[in-house]
């Protein structure tokens, strides 16, 4: 049974993703926490993981339709490699729970950011 939701999950992930933008930190970590029983640090580097032939895969579908801003994408990339670095980092440093709290609330201000916004 946890193979077919781990699988589920995954299904979820990809096609959420590539509408929305969303699934790895969205959808994966708080799945495998829950149906694979995983601690926070270990999702989260799991979803890393799954995060690269996820993104590659919805890059080709939506460079063919045209839907990347090359240039933007560049320049955010630099950003996030080094916060990256930094993060991997802080996550040896940081208590789980202190993660689990604070994805929790970034999930939260994200979802009350985009119900209030008029965009």
């Known amino acids: 049974m946890q193979l077919v939701s781990v699988v589920l ?3 979820a992930a990809g096609a959420l993703s590539v509408l929305l933008g969303v699934g790895g930190g969205v959808i994966i970590v708080p799945a495998l926490m829950y149906f694979a029983g995983m601690e926070i640090k270990l ?5 890393l993981a ?3 032939p996820t993104a590659l895969m919805g890059a080709i579908g939506r ?3 045209g839907q990347i801003d090359w240039r933007v994408a560049a320049i955010v990339s630099v ?3 080094i916060g990256a670095r930094l993060g991997t980092h802080l996550v040896e440093v940081a208590p789980a ?6 994805f929790a609330l970034l999930l939260l201000f994200t979802a009350v950011r985009m119900l209030l916004s008029s965009r």
């Not at 999702?43 to 979803?47: M, Q, R, Y």
């Not at 729970?97 to 604070?102: A, E, N, Q």
């Open 79 to 81: 950003g996030a490699i």
């Open 50 to 52: 799954v995060i690269i």
């Open 63 to 65: 460079a063919q339709l």
């Open 9 to 11: 999950v995954g299904l």
């Open 43 to 47: 999702a989260t580097g799991t979803s």
């Open 97 to 102: 729970i202190v993660l689990k709290r604070g």
